[in-house]
């Protein structure tokens, strides 16, 4: 993670899906935080790559930056 101060993200999961997450993790040698994170940065490579207007990646992220492409027609403004 980076040196950046941290904030609290609460997400609210049935205890046995928190238990298999938590195990997963585990086994692949990382916190349950660490495998949240990577688990939204993969989530946001999806929507990247699916032409979703993606956010800037986070201070630190492998994430490649990519300026997206316009499509289509642009709409007026009244």
């Not at 980076?2 to 993790?25: C, G, H, N």
């Amino acid at each position: 993670m980076t040196d950046q101060p941290m904030r609290l993200l609460a997400v609210r999961v049935p205890e046995a899906e928190r238990r298999r997450i938590k195990s997963l993790a585990a086994s692949q040698g990382m916190t349950l935080q660490e495998a949240v994170h990577q688990a939204m940065e993969a989530w946001a490579s999806k929507l990247h790559a699916e032409g979703a207007l993606p956010l800037p990646p986070l201070p630190g992220s492998q994430a490649a930056v990519q300026k997206p492409k316009r499509r289509g027609r642009t709409a007026k403004r009244a």
